[in-house]
């Protein structure tokens, strides 16, 4: 099968779309706030608690902008090990 084939069936089954631009994007958007919701922190809260501006923290939550490479490593990182990233910061009870 060529890349074009197997492109042509995946954009014609009806059960399994590809994900849109869009849907990447409120993927990426519901992440940044799950994580924030999980460690049960206001965005100024978790702003401090990680450096991260709170204008860029909203950007992100509202869709605005996508957290780049980078950004995603470094919020898997604090999804993994909230604590650890804190403590390392010194920022451990930053509001």
Request: charged share 30%; hydrophobic share 35%; aromatic share 4%.
């Given at each position: 099968?060529?890349?074009?084939?197997?492109?042509?069936?995946?954009?014609?089954?009806?059960?399994?779309?590809?994900?849109?631009?869009?849907?990447?994007?409120?993927?990426?958007?519901?992440?940044?706030?799950?994580?924030?919701?999980?460690?049960?922190?206001?965005?100024?809260?978790?702003?401090?608690?990680?450096?991260?501006?709170?204008?860029?923290?909203?950007?992100?939550?509202?869709?605005?902008?996508?957290?780049?490479?980078?950004?995603?490593?470094?919020?898997?990182?604090?999804?993994?090990e909230p604590e650890t990233v804190s403590?390392?910061?010194?920022?451990?009870?930053?509001?």
């Amino acid at each position: 099968m060529s890349d074009a084939e197997a492109e042509s069936g995946a954009l014609a089954d009806k059960d399994n779309p590809p994900i849109s631009k869009d849907r990447l994007s409120m993927t990426q958007v519901a992440r940044v706030k799950v994580i924030r919701r999980a460690l049960h922190l206001t965005q100024e809260e978790f702003s401090g608690r990680y450096l991260i501006p709170l204008g860029t923290l909203r950007d992100w939550e509202q869709g605005r902008t996508e957290p780049d490479q980078a950004a995603r490593a470094y919020l898997r990182v604090i999804a993994k090990e909230p604590e650890t990233v804190s403590r390392a910061l010194g920022t451990r009870n930053a509001a």
